[in-house]
């Protein structure tokens, strides 16, 4: 079973991707965070840097693309192409109504139709420029009713898509509840094409399980689960459990790397602060852990802070996994 590191935004950008790679190689591929394809066919300074192929050296690395507009896809896909990518994610998932207010990611999802006439096209297009370029999909089971990925799974079985990538929640759902693996079982013999399972997956416990109830998906993506304890899919493979030194380590390095790269402190604190929430979780006390990082004023405070809890902080149950 491949593992897929989810892309999220603002989180797991190149610096994150790297500082990762060097601490944990066991992911089989990073999926960045989207760029949106403009129609004044340009990206933006960030984006540019983010799949900078000299920021992903030795990763396995995959953009993804944010559209509704087959031309500006093809032209994002070309862009790509030339920088030496071979696959690109086109995101059908994304709830944020910055997105879906425009009809893009999740709510896209709600009009087959214009889906199934922007895939026509996109492919059409891709296939004379950049034949060689695969496209995968991050999807959803649909906008309202997580049924709605039958007719969805058939729309993509039209379309020579390399692989399917299904956040198992509607549009509506968000990230919130229980994921709906029963209905990801359901699509893996409908499917022409290979599929990934993505979903609050959080321990290795629930992994083995996923794998033996999803017999013939290609893999699955995890998001949260790794931010929370970036051991998980060593842990997953049979591997060490998280240890302090190594989380200590891993912080130390990305902490750094942020602080030579991001423009000023207020950023660095904002992406320490955001990775601690989730990586409070491991951690016995983990009010106190979050009370005393969220106090932290500069980056020393937040250095000092975070020496502090890796001393004196037990994780909650002596491993990685919570
Ligand atoms: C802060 C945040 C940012 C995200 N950014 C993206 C994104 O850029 N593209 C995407 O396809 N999904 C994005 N997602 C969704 C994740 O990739 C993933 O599908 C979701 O977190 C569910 O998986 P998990 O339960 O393993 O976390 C984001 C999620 C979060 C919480």
Same mark, same amino acid.
């Given at each position: 079973?491949?593992?897929?590191?989810?892309?999220?935004?603002?989180?797991?950008?190149?610096? &994150? =991707?790297?500082?990762?790679? =060097?601490?944990?190689?066991?992911?089989?591929?990073?999926?960045?965070?989207?760029?949106?394809?403009?129609?004044?066919?340009?990206?933006?300074?960030?984006?540019?840097?983010?799949?900078?192929?000299?920021?992903?050296?030795?990763?396995?690395?995959?953009?993804?693309?944010?559209?509704?507009? @087959?031309?500006?896809?093809?032209?994002?896909?070309?862009?790509?192409?030339?920088?030496?990518? $071979?696959?690109?994610?086109?995101?059908?998932?994304?709830?944020?109504?910055?997105?879906?207010?425009?009809?893009?990611? @999740?709510?896209?999802?709600?009009?087959?139709?214009?889906? $199934?006439?922007?895939?026509?096209?996109?492919?059409?297009?891709?296939?004379?420029?950049?034949?060689?370029?695969?496209?995968?999909?991050?999807?959803?089971?649909?906008?309202?009713?997580?049924?709605?990925?039958?007719?969805?799974?058939?729309?993509?079985?039209?379309?020579?898509?390399?692989?399917?990538?299904?956040? *198992? $929640?509607?549009?509506?759902? !968000?990230?919130?509840?229980?994921?709906?693996?029963?209905?990801? @079982?359901?699509?893996?013999?409908?499917?022409?094409?290979?599929?990934? &399972?993505? %979903?609050?997956?959080?321990?290795?416990?629930? @992994?083995?399980?996923?794998?033996?109830?999803?017999? %013939?998906?290609?893999? !699955?993506?995890?998001?949260?689960?790794?931010?929370?304890?970036?051991?998980?899919?060593?842990?997953? =493979?049979?591997?060490?459990?998280?240890?302090?030194?190594?989380?200590?380590?891993?912080? =130390?390095?990305?902490?750094?790397?942020?602080?030579?790269?991001?423009?000023?402190?207020?950023?660095?604190?904002?992406?320490?602060?955001?990775?601690?929430?989730? !990586?409070?979780?491991?951690?016995?006390?983990?009010? &106190?852990?979050?009370?005393?990082?969220?106090?932290?004023?500069?980056?020393?405070? !937040?250095?000092?802070?975070?020496?502090?809890?890796?001393?004196?902080?037990?994780? *909650?149950?002596?491993?990685?996994?919570?």
């Amino acid at each position: 079973m491949k593992y897929y590191f989810a892309p999220m935004e603002g989180i797991t950008g190149y610096i &994150y =991707r790297n500082v990762h790679r =060097r601490h944990f190689p066991e992911i089989d591929r990073y999926y960045m965070p989207f760029i949106s394809a403009h129609a004044s066919h340009s990206m933006k300074h960030k984006e540019k840097e983010d799949i900078r192929p000299a920021n992903n050296a030795g990763l396995f690395a995959v953009p993804q693309v944010l559209t509704k507009n @087959a031309e500006d896809f093809a032209w994002t896909v070309r862009e790509l192409c030339d920088l030496g990518y $071979r696959e690109v994610n086109l995101n059908l998932g994304c709830p944020s109504p910055t997105v879906t207010t425009k009809g893009r990611g @999740a709510a896209f999802l709600g009009r087959p139709e214009e889906l $199934r006439e922007f895939f026509s096209r996109s492919f059409e297009l891709i296939g004379k420029d950049t034949p060689e370029m695969k496209i995968s999909v991050k999807t959803r089971l649909g906008t309202e009713d997580p049924n709605e990925i039958h007719d969805l799974i058939r729309l993509y079985n039209e379309f020579p898509i390399c692989e399917v990538i299904v956040h *198992a $929640r509607t549009l509506r759902e !968000m990230y919130e509840g229980e994921a709906h693996t029963g209905v990801f @079982a359901s699509i893996l013999s409908e499917s022409v094409h290979p599929l990934v &399972y993505n %979903g609050n997956i959080y321990r290795s416990e629930e @992994a083995a399980r996923l794998e033996e109830q999803f017999d %013939g998906a290609s893999g !699955m993506m995890i998001g949260r689960g790794l931010l929370r304890n970036p051991a998980l899919v060593r842990e997953i =493979r049979g591997g060490e459990r998280l240890q302090m030194h190594e989380l200590a380590s891993f912080h =130390r390095q990305l902490f750094e790397a942020y602080r030579d790269v991001l423009p000023g402190p207020k950023p660095v604190l904002a992406r320490m602060k955001e990775l601690w929430w989730y !990586m409070s979780m491991l951690f016995e006390d983990r009010e &106190y852990v979050l009370k005393k990082v969220r106090r932290a004023k500069t980056l020393t405070d !937040m250095e000092i802070v975070s020496e502090r809890i890796f001393m004196e902080q037990p994780f *909650a149950d002596e491993g990685g996994e919570v």
